[in-house]
């Protein structure tokens, strides 16, 4: 049972991205993004989870939204923010398809880094961790995403807009209990063309929309979920602008 400590704490995180919310007139984190297309090549880890996204073999389609988290303008470092969503794979085909949705940021990768942020200047080579472990049928697990080194990619929009018409942004899918070893269980890949989301912004919320068999805790959905809450009441009202494409008119929509 959740004591009265988390409510507070709850409590307060909302109040305050509320506020942050409402004086920026959108996102109080990760103001501005590019989405882009995701591919999501399971293969399984070679430890048995007991979920089927990282047990089975399996071939997923969805998006990507590359961002900054606190909006500083780049050389700067900042947190760098990798949301991903996806059709959950449904059996029947006249039934909706349900999603699911995965939020990962720039972390370190060893046991005591990987709970921390870490603030990065490139999105690629790095670290994207989910910081907030999740409960399974056998045992707690932490999900990430290892940008490889193939790719040195500075963090700024125009950049990555360019680079991924070019080829993929490619990432290791991998999975750690909190005090173990990271194992590779698939393989993502972003390519373009890169858009914003200013008109239609895109909300991103793990607790709603989770990974089947990967539950976050308790303490994590009431701690969250009020904080989700308020930083998506305000649209967002701001946007990167993306050079024009060789040949054809510029590219705007967003996260």
Known sequence: ??????????????????????????????????VLNAALSLHGAPQHRGVAFLDEPAELRGV??????????????????????????????????????????TTGHTVAGRRLLRPATRWAPGMYGSLFAFATSSGTVLLGAV??????LP???????RAVEQRPLVFDLVVASPSGPWER???????????????????FNPIRHPIPGLNPAAWHRQLREPAYVAAQRTPHRTGVELPARPGGRDKRSGR
């Open 1 to 34: 049972m959740l004591g009265h400590p988390a409510t507070v704490l709850s409590a307060g995180l909302a109040a305050a991205f509320g506020v942050a919310a409402w004086l920026r007139r959108g996102r109080p984190l990760h103001p501005d993004g590019l």
């Open 64 to 105: 990507a939204r590359l961002s900054r988290s606190l909006g500083l303008p780049a050389p700067l470092p900042d947190v760098l923010g990798l949301a991903l969503r996806w059709p959950q794979p449904a059996a029947d085909a006249t039934v909706a398809r349900l999603t699911s949705d995965l939020l990962l940021a």
């Open 147 to 152: 940008a490889r080194r193939s790719w040195s």
């Open 155 to 161: 963090a700024n929009f125009h950049g990555l807009a």
């Open 185 to 203: 269980f698939g393989v993502l890949e972003l390519e373009g063309p890169a858009q914003q989301d200013v008109a239609e912004p895109m909300r």
